[in-house]
C-alpha cells in the first residue's frame, strides 16, 4: 500500500470548533437575514413596489395562480421546516434551540445554490399540526425541506405532504442523507474493485436516514443488506409490535441470516458498515477487523461519530467517510440539498422519485476522476464549481 494512501485522518479541536461557533453567533446574532432587492425610499418607488401599482399584481395572480411563480419570489422560496425533535445528534431540544441549525442551512442554502430559504421551527410536535401548518403556508413557497424531526413521525409527514401538495417535499435526512452516502459508496465500491451487486452492507440505524439509505441501495442493485437499531437486527423474526411500519417494510426487502441478531454478529464478514444510529462510539475497533478485507466504513452521525475516524484506520478499515466537517470524505447533506433543491425548482419538480435520487448521487461521484481517487479523496467538495451543472443535468434525466 502507498505511504500517501496510509495517512492518518487529522481533526480539529471540538472545543476550539464550539467555542468559535459560539463567538459567531453571539456576534452576529442570526446568520441571515431579509434584503429587497429594489429601491422602496421614494414615493414613485413605493407606488410601484408596494401600493397602488401592485393591485395590478395581485389581480393578474387572481386570474391565474400559476403567476404566482412568474410575479413572486415563490419561484425560489424554500421553508425549513422542524419541531426540534432530533436536532443534529442530540436529540430532542425544541424549537428554538434547532433555530441556529436551521439558519445555517438557510445560509448554505443561499450560498451555493442562491435559494431563498426560511427557517420555520414550530411550537408543536403533533403530526396532524405540523402537516396542517405546512399546508397552510405553503403558498408562499416553491418547495418545502423538513428536517430534523423524530422517527417514525417525519416519514409519516412526508408521505402526507408529498401526497397533498402541489410543491416538491425534500426530507434531508431520507433524501439528502441517502443521496450523499450512495456517491460517496460508489465511489469506494470503485477503489476497492467491487460490484454493487456483490458487495454485503450492514446500516446501523432504522430512523428517517437509514430508511432512506436502505432504499436508495436497493434501487441501484445492492440487495445484501442487514439493518441494525437499539433493539438489534430488524428481520421478519422479530415481533411486529417491536417495529414500525417502515422498520416492517425494511425487514421485507433486507436479508439478515439466521441467529444474528446483534450489531457484532451483522458486521462480521460484511463490506460496509454505514452508521446513522445516532450514537456514539456504537461500533469498536474489533467489530472493524471482524469485517471482509478492506472494508468501507461510513459512521455518518452528527455531532460524534459511532466510530472515530482513526480508531477504524488503525483497525484496517480502507475508505472511511464521516458526516462532519472535521475530516476528509465528508459525506454531509451539504453537499446535496443547495444544489438539488436549486435544480428541482428551476424544473418544476413536482415530486421527489427514486430515480432522481439515484442520478444525482451518480453524477456527484462521477466528478471525481479514477485517476484522482483515493482512499480520502471518493467525493467532491462543496465549494467544487462543477457541482451545480452536474445535478441540473442529473435532475433533468430524471423528468418524463
Known sequence: MQQENRKKPRSNSKATLGQKALELHRRLRGKIEIRGKVSARSPQEISIAYTPGVAEVCMEIAADRRKVYEYTSKWNNVAIVTDGTRTLGLGSLGPEAALPVMEGKALLYKEFGNVDAFPICLQTTDAGEIVQTIKNIA???GGINIEDIETPKVLEIVDKLTEELDIPVFHDDQHGTSVVTLAALLNALRFTKRKPEDTSVVVAGAGSAGYGIVKILYAIGISDIVVTDSQGVISAAR?????????LELAS?????????????AVRGRDVFIGVSGVKNLMTADMVKSMSKD???FPLTNPDPEIHPKEAFDA???VIATGSYKFENRANNALVFPFMMRAILDNRIRRISQQLLVNVANALAD???????????????????RIQAAVNKAVQSAIG
Do not use: C, Q, W
Open 139 to 141: 403558498p408562499v413557497y
Open 239 to 247: 415481533t411486529p409490535e417491536s417495529m414500525n411500519k417502515y422498520k
Open 253 to 265: 426487502i433486507t436479508r439478515p441470516k439466521v441467529g444474528v441478531t446483534t450489531l457484532p454478529d
Open 295 to 297: 472494508a468501507v466504513i
Open 316 to 318: 484496517g478499515a480502507r
Open 367 to 385: 466528478l471525481i476522476p479514477k485517476e484522482k481517487m483515493s482512499p480520502f479523496n471518493i467525493l467532491p467538495d462543496v465549494t467544487d464549481p
